[in-house]
């Protein structure tokens, strides 16, 4: 369990951006992607904001209608059977898979796999569904599982890269792609894999964000900037926000022996299940906390060596008060710098993860720490965390990344620079 871990490749389709470098500039200038969103043509409704991704067009129920910026090489054939989200994934992917310059050979080798997260697309689920009653049950269109499930992302990139590999997909809500990128780290680990894509992509529509408004956890702020405020004492709710990340791992003696950059290390993770309530946190975060802990541990750190931790934080009264003081309990006066980047792009639920790891991954390789955006009024529980306004211009050397679902699931990466550290 010594092999060390690098992160060689990085993509992008957020509402901050769809390439590093647009990613990188929003979170330095804390420039936030959420925007007004009326997400059912003709209807009022309260929820009036969301983190949007520019240039995809795919709100039609015919996949043949849907188009996506030039940039992205997308064969239209393949996109038929897929969701929106796979859309997303496909875009990310050709960003990743270009820095970790792996090759089709390399992707098919065994040696490589894929994990994927993602709830699937309640869109075509229900247009399919839907389709079924009105037409006869007898007349199901031959898409209609592999364009929706759950599994989709897996089924299609799978399929697409030539995996022979490890393959499959995660779903435990918003730590979904936490998970998916934890368990990756452990098949590099246990030597069963070299390398691992990790993928996680959500839907944006109002299939897949309408049903929180049902717990009353989506803002019903009509300003975009007050729509995601973690953290502060009158936040009411989270921006939903979809896309896709793409992180390429693997090990260093892998990444050595191709010629391939290590942008960052994954040290370790850890997760711990609150054990309190189906979708409330544990009031002190108590599940949290103990991932964090096991997480430095597995990575051979302490509290003190922390210089930043991108909390799970999604602006929600209830989540970002349980956070706050499982922080506290677990770093006490050592204070690290805390944000959460949901302010800029809002939560993509399953892809929240692996989003804000890649987040972490650009802090550390290019020496920045986001600050908190959006912060007016600090909460009492939040107000003894160390959260800068503004971007903080010095290397955060080793990382958290906080990740918490349904269920009281919560997942915790540990990330380092590999700058200062020779290979194993």
């Known amino acids: 369990?010594?092999?060390?871990?690098?992160?060689?490749?990085?993509?992008?389709?957020?509402?901050?951006?769809?390439?590093?470098?647009?990613?990188?500039?929003?979170?330095?200038?804390?420039?936030?992607?959420?925007?007004?969103?009326?997400?059912?043509?003709?209807?009022?409704?309260?929820?009036?904001?969301?983190?949007?991704?520019?240039?995809?067009?795919?709100?039609?129920?015919?996949?043949?209608e849907w188009s996506w910026p030039a940039q992205f090489d997308i064969d239209r054939s393949s996109?038929?059977?897929?969701?929106?989200?796979?859309?997303?994934?496909?875009?990310?992917?050709?960003?990743?898979?270009?820095?970790?310059?792996?090759s089709d050979t390399e992707l098919q080798d065994g040696a490589t796999g894929l994990f994927c997260a993602?709830?699937?697309?309640?869109?075509?689920?229900?247009?399919?569904?839907?389709?079924?009653?009105?037409?006869?049950?007898?007349r199901a269109h031959p898409h209609s599982v592999i364009s929706s499930i759950s599994g989709t992302l897996n089924f299609h990139l799978g399929a697409v890269l030539g995996i022979r590999g490890a393959s499959c997909g995660f779903v435990s809500a918003c730590?979904?792609?936490s998970h998916a990128l934890g368990y990756a780290m452990d098949e590099i680990r246990l030597g069963?894999?070299?390398?691992?894509?990790?993928?996680?992509?959500?839907?944006?529509?109002?299939?897949?964000?309408?049903?929180?408004?049902?717990?009353?956890?989506?803002?019903?702020?009509?300003?975009?900037?007050?729509?995601?405020?973690?953290?502060?004492?009158?936040r009411d709710g989270f921006a939903a926000t979809g896309g896709a990340v793409v992180m390429v791992l693997e090990?260093?003696?892998?990444?050595?022996?191709?010629?391939?950059?290590?942008?960052?290390?994954?040290?370790?993770?850890?997760?711990?299940?609150?054990?309190?309530?189906?979708?409330?946190?544990?009031?002190?975060?108590?599940?949290?906390?103990?991932?964090m802990r096991l997480a430095m541990r597995d990575a051979d750190v302490a509290a003190r060596d922390i210089g930043y931790v991108n909390a799970h934080a999604t602006s929600t009264p209830a989540g970002d008060r349980a956070e706050a003081r499982a922080m506290h309990a677990v770093f006490a006066d050592?204070?690290?710098?805390?944000?959460?980047?949901?302010?800029?792009?809002?939560?993509?639920?399953?892809?929240?993860?692996?989003?804000?790891?890649?987040?972490?991954?650009?802090?550390?390789?290019?020496?920045?720490?986001?600050?908190?955006?959006h912060l007016e009024n600090t909460d009492d529980d939040s107000a003894r965390l160390n959260l800068p306004r503004q971007t903080l211009f010095q290397p955060p050397r080793i990382a958290l990344n906080n990740s918490s679902g349904f269920g009281g699931s919560n997942v915790v990466h540990v990330l380092a620079s590999s700058k200062s550290q020779p290979p194993n």
């Open 1 to 64: 369990m010594n092999r060390q871990i690098v992160i060689t490749g990085l993509g992008f389709v957020t509402s901050i951006g769809h390439s590093r470098s647009d990613v990188c500039q929003a979170l330095r200038s804390l420039t936030h992607g959420i925007r007004p969103w009326q997400a059912v043509p003709n209807i009022d409704l309260k929820v009036k904001n969301a983190g949007l991704l520019s240039g995809f067009e795919l709100d039609s129920r015919n996949p043949a």
């Open 79 to 102: 996109v038929r059977a897929m969701p929106p989200n796979c859309v997303y994934a496909m875009a990310a992917l050709q960003q990743a898979l270009h820095e970790a310059n792996l």
């Open 118 to 138: 993602s709830a699937g697309s309640p869109r075509m689920l229900h247009h399919h569904l839907g389709q079924m009653e009105k037409n006869g049950w007898r």
């Open 175 to 177: 730590s979904s792609g």
């Open 192 to 234: 069963r894999q070299e390398r691992m894509i990790v993928v996680a992509a959500e839907d944006l529509n109002a299939e897949a964000t309408f049903p929180f408004s049902g717990m009353g956890a989506l803002s019903l702020q009509s300003d975009p900037r007050l729509a995601t405020r973690p953290f502060d004492r009158d």
């Open 251 to 291: 090990s260093a003696a892998s990444a050595i022996s191709r010629g391939v950059r290590s942008q960052a290390l994954m040290l370790g993770w850890g997760q711990a299940c609150d054990g309190h309530h189906v979708a409330m946190p544990h009031p002190d975060g108590r599940g949290i906390a103990q991932a």
């Open 334 to 373: 050592e204070a690290p710098p805390v944000s959460s980047t949901k302010a800029l792009t809002g939560h993509g639920l399953s892809l929240a993860g692996v989003m804000e790891a890649a987040f972490c991954v650009l802090a550390i390789d290019e020496e920045f720490i986001p600050g908190q955006a």
